[in-house]
Each structure stands twice: as C-alpha cells, then as structure tokens.
C-alpha cells in the first residue's frame, strides 16, 4: 500500500500545479489514497491545513471556480444519476460496450472530468464521506474564493440549473404518451395530466428566476404539482403490480420519472434564495448524488438492480398472492393443507412409480430424461389442477407473501414481531404439509407394492433396484444433501418463473385475448368467459409446475452431458422410493426409521434452501432489510411464550369475546 501524503504537502503542491484540472486532481488523488474508511479523516485534515493556510485556500477555492466556468455543468445535472430514455437493455449494451471500449475524455463536459478524477472503484471512500465534512469544504471555499470569482460562478451555475430544470420538466412532460403508461392507466389521455401541469409551472418559474422575480412568485402551485406527479406515479406502479402487470421496460421508466422528480426538487431548492439555509444542504445532496453517479456509470450491476425494482415486485407480488393459501393461521387451515397435501402425497407415490419405470426401461438418456420430465410437469399440474399443496412448492410462494406482509419502521428494517410471528407460521404450515406429503406417500406407496406383490407373486423392485433407492438418500454416498439443495434452488427458480409468467398474463391481458381469440369463437360466451379467466388466473401456477418438472427431470441428463455426477433429491419422492424399497427388499425397522429420518433431512434442505433465496429476492425487491438478530431473538421469545405454537395453531379470539372480556376487566 503506498504511504498516504500528509495534508500540507498536497496544499503546497497546489502552488506548483500549472493549471486548475492539476489541483482538483491532487484534490481528489489524496482522497482516494489509503483505506476508503479513512477518507473522512483525510478530508477533515485537508480542511484544517486550507485553514490555516489563507493563500493556498484562495488558491484552490478560486480553481474550482475556474473550472466550473469552463464547462457545461447541465449534462450532470440531468443525467448523472438518472436513467437513460434509452431502456434497460440498451443501456446495459451501451454499458458492457463501455468497460471493454471507454469513449474518449471531453475537458468540456462535467459527465467526463468527474469520470476522470472519480471512477468505479472509488465508490466505497465516496459513501464514506458525510454531508458534514463536505460541508465543511464547502462553507471553506465560499468563505476563501475571492467576491468576483464567487459572483460570477454563482451566476453561471444559476442559469445551467434553470436550463437543467426545464429540460427535465419537458422529459417528465414527454413521457405521458409512452404506451407503456398508457396501458396501465388509460386516464393519461383522457384528463389534464400533472406531468403537463407541472412543464408548464415549471416554465413560468424559471422565467421568474432569470429575470431575479421571485417575490411575487408563489412556489406553493409548483409543490403541489410535483406532489400529484408522485402521486401519479405510485398510482401507477400500483396499478402494473397488482392488476396490469409489468415490463422490465415500465419498470425502469418509473424509476426514470422517480429521479427526475426527485432531481426536479433538489434543483427548485438550490435555486430559491428564500430559503437560503436549506442551499447549502441541497447541494451537497447533489454533489453527493452526481460523485456517487459517477461510480455507478458503468456499473451494469447498479442499473438492472435499480431498473427491475419494480418488475421484481410485480413478481413478487403474484407469488405473494399465492402464498396466502400455504399459510396456516387456524386449525381450519391446518386440516385443510394437511388434506390437500396428503391428496399430492397420493400422486407423487404413483409419480414415483411411473419414473422408476421409466429408468428400468433403460433408454437412451435424453429419451428418458424428457420422459421424466413430463411425467414430473404433467405431474405438478395435475397435483395444482385437483387444489392439492406439494409441501416443497411452499417456500417460494410462502417467501413473496412473508415479504408483502412485512413492515418497515423509518430505518428501512423489518419489524421483528411480526416476522417471528408470519416466520413461525409459515414453518409449521410447511411441515405439516410435509408430513402430509411423506404421510399419503409412504402409504401409497406400501400399499402399491403389497398388491404388485400379491397379483405378480414378485416384488416391485429387485434386490438390486431397492439398494439403489436406499442408497439414493444417503447424505454421503448418495450425495442427498447436496442434491437436495439443487432441488431447492429448482423449487425456488420454479416460484419465480411462476410470478413472472402471473405478471405476464396481466401485462398481455390473456383473459380478454382468449375472449376474444377467434379459435374459440365457436364455444358459448359463457364458458369462454369461464375457461379464459380459469387460464389466466392459474397461467403461472400451471407453467410453473411444469417447468419445475422439467428442472427436476433434466438435472441428471445435463450432469451427464458434462460428465458431473448431478442429480435431485425431493422429499416427497424420496419418501415414495424409500417405501417400495424397503416393502420389496425389507431387512429391519432400524434401516426403515433411519430412511425416514433421511428423508425429512432432504425435506429439510429443500424447503429452507427455496424459502432463504424466495425471502432474499422478495426483501429485495421491497428494498427492505432483515435484522436476523433481532427476528431470532422475538423468534425464541414466542416460542417460550407458546411452545406449541411450533406444531398447532391456536384460533384467534372472537372480537365479540375479547371486547366482552375487556369490559369485565374495566372498573
């Protein structure tokens, strides 16, 4: 690591610079030196040596004057740190273009002399500095800089604001014919919108700060603009998420009108002088904004996170409402997944059967793996269509729902309480469905193989084929665990495909095209209706469940193609292979109860590896933190407080009783 230079060599080296880029360069060379924690004390010791060096000061305060003269300051201020028109995936091209082949530097533009002091790997010592220490700076430079110089930079940053201010009002104005807002909200075409409003304020607004006019102006008409285009804009996100659906590209449109607005006011507030102790604050906002902009200019990482925030939650949102059914909250819903999930345990065991059949027929592997996996998709759809609950199908649904039901207090964290609490919830019901599952399963299963047996006077599997089932679910020689995670994260993936392929159906609004589709014209309007609201309602449930079947069933062709030993393990089918092999090569109870205990292993496995990364997408997209050491610690507590609360749900309280006990209680 090189030895970081002390603040009064920089200083000194100031007056050695022949031109003003040489200082802010040196400026911004020192910062970046050493451990990016440090570059807040670095800052404040520059500072300290400025002050008590006047001359060198003046000397560096007058140079950023200079250089902010110099070049054209609106680029920045209506770019950086806002997205392109361009749509995500050309800027993720434009991007990945630029890290393999940078564009040339231009010294008049702000964009490209920011990138060359500040770059992508300077972002960590940029977010360590705080508003304080740069205002520090700030209030150091204004106090340093001589009066002229003072005057006519602030005269020409005046007028590149206001243009900044205009253009983004006429973006913001352009943007309410896209079709994309225009699908989700119709309205757009049919009212004043406040996108137009708000062009037209700000037009007259800046007319009044160019001519130094702001007493008679009243600013209050323009907030209350700025507020009904916010407005505007959750109405429609809210709208895409839960009825429309969304685009990756409406997405990242949203978020473009979220910066610009946000943009818009941090402008207005630099520029109105009657408020001049909010200036200061302000742009050190968007001096913030613009350096850690810059960071991100090429980050392809930064712009799909951000741009596909909303898309994410639209998906998750659709996963959401399905998870509402998986959960258990009363002793009704208990019994009613447990039979729901005992009629999917009576599937799988002949979904079971129906595969290794297909394995002994010993055909070519692609043969067999698209037989399995149709036999797993058709499977999964017939388990959904007959309203049965596959307990591994759970996690990425329950995960979306957790999520929406989750608060957060003013630091962005979920609360603990009510996580505890959903997270206990969401357990029992899984295990319970698991339970359910092995249960009707291994029954099943037993009972198919004493018939076989009985009819066929041999049994189900040969000695051979039971020892390989037996041997399937061991953690080591089977590598059970380690394929039961690959199943996990297939049940995860599988949940995503689920809401992505729900928002895809209202975004296209597939109801009204099956309606409408000229193949189905010769059925009654009545039972079109019926049929086409069936389909789009289970559209992603039923892709979902089929595509999973198809993970589940090439995993092993593709190990076998790279010659990796690749496989999956899922609970309710291993409890079905482990019951016929034992009822057709039985040895003891020992080996029977020690497979079952592997088996709710794998269980395991599967359902907190797809429930970890359903939760961890589903936070994500809501922007919303996990404080694991708090949600365990209210976590142990309930479960002091209910211990049987882990197994049995408790009925809530009537409200007619519980406001009758309230009242006995009164004095």
């Excluded at 909303?310 to 959401?320: G, L, R, Y």
Aim: charge should be positive.
């Amino acid at each position: 690591m090189p030895a970081i230079t002390p603040a009064f060599k920089v200083i000194d080296g100031f007056s050695l610079c022949a031109s003003d880029t040489e200082r802010l360069d040196i400026f911004f060379t020192y910062l970046r030196e050493g451990e990016p924690e440090l570059a807040e004390l670095r800052l404040e010791q520059l500072v300290l040596a400025l002050a008590n060096s006047p001359s060198q000061a003046a000397l560096f305060a007058n140079s950023v004057c200079n250089e902010a003269k110099k070049i054209k300051l609106s680029p920045a201020f209506v770019q950086l740190g806002i997205f392109s028109k361009n749509g995500l995936v050309t800027e993720i091209f434009r991007r990945l273009y630029n890290k393999v082949n940078p564009p040339p530097k231009r010294c008049n533009d702000i964009n490209d002399l920011l990138s060359y002091f500040v770059g992508g790997e300077d972002k960590a010592w940029v977010k360590t500095i705080s508003h304080k220490c740069w205002f520090k700076l700030y209030c150091l430079l204004v106090k340093s800089a001589s009066t002229d110089a003072i005057r006519t930079t602030g005269a020409y940053i005046k007028s590149e604001l206001c243009y900044s201010l205009e253009m983004l009002s006429i973006w913001i104005a352009a943007e309410e014919l896209d079709p994309e807002l225009l699908r989700i909200d119709r309205r757009l075409s049919e009212v004043d919108s406040p996108f137009i409003a708000l062009q037209r304020e700000t037009s007259h607004l800046v007319a009044a700060i160019k001519a130094d006019d702001m007493s008679g102006q009243d600013t209050a008409h323009f907030w209350v603009m700025i507020e009904q285009c916010q407005q505007q804009v959750k109405r429609i996100r809210a709208r895409g998420i839960s009825q429309m659906g969304f685009s990756a590209h409406a997405s990242h449109m949203l978020e473009r009108l979220d910066q610009t607005l946000n943009r818009m006011v941090l402008l207005i507030q630099i520029l109105d002088f009657r408020h001049p102790h909010q200036k200061a604050r302000c742009v050190l906002n968007l001096w913030r904004q613009l350096l850690t902009s810059v960071t991100e200019r090429n980050s392809v990482r930064a712009i799909y996170r951000k741009s596909t925030r909303t898309f994410a939650q639209s998906v998750t949102q659709n996963k959401s409402n399905h998870g509402e059914h998986y959960i258990a909250k009363t002793k009704k819903d208990y019994f009613k997944i447990l039979r729901g999930a005992c009629g999917a345990g009576v599937i799988i065991s002949l979904l079971a059967w129906v595969k290794m059949y297909i394995e002994s027929l010993q055909l070519a592997p692609l043969n067999s793996a698209l037989l399995v996996s149709l036999n797993y998709g058709v499977g999964f759809m017939l388990v959904h269509i007959l309203h049965f609950t596959i307990a591994t199908k759970q996690p990425a649904m329950t995960a979306a729902n957790f999520a929406a039901h989750v608060e957060k207090n003013k630091q962005g964290r979920t609360r603990s309480k009510k996580l505890a609490r959903l997270l206990i919830n969401v357990n029992r019901s899984q295990w319970f469905a698991v339970w359910g599952n092995i249960t009707a399963a291994i029954t099943v299963s037993v009972l198919v193989s004493v018939l076989f047996s009985h009819f066929y006077h041999s049994p189900l599997l040969t000695s051979e084929q039971a020892a390989y089932q037996k041997a399937a679910i061991h953690p080591l020689s089977g590598l059970a665990w380690l394929y039961a995670g690959i199943a996990g994260v297939w049940l995860f993936l599988s949940g995503i495909i689920t809401g992505i392929l729900d928002n895809r159906a209202d975004y296209i609004e597939l109801k009204d095209r099956l309606v409408a589709h000229r193949l189905f014209r010769v059925i009654p309007v009545k039972h079109r209706e019926k049929a086409a609201f069936y389909i789009h309602e289970n559209y992603g449930a039923l892709g979902g469940n089929f595509i999973f079947g198809v993970l589940l069933g090439m995993t092993s062709y593709v190990g076998y193609l790279i010659e990796v030993p690749l496989d999956i393990r899922h609970v309710a089918f291993s409890s079905a292979h482990a019951a016929y092999a034992h009822i057709s090569d039985f040895q003891s109870w020992v080996s029977a109860l020690s497979s079952l205990f592997l088996v709710l292993m794998i269980g395991f496995i599967n359902l907190w590896v797809s429930f970890g990364l359903a939760l961890f997408v589903a936070l994500r997209s809501r922007n919303c933190e996990l404080d694991i050491r708090s949600v365990r610690t209210a976590v142990l507590t309930q479960i002091k407080q209910h211990p049987s609360s882990l197994f049995w749900p408790k009925d809530p309280v009537p409200a007619v009783k519980a406001q009758g006990a309230n009242q006995r209680r009164t004095p």
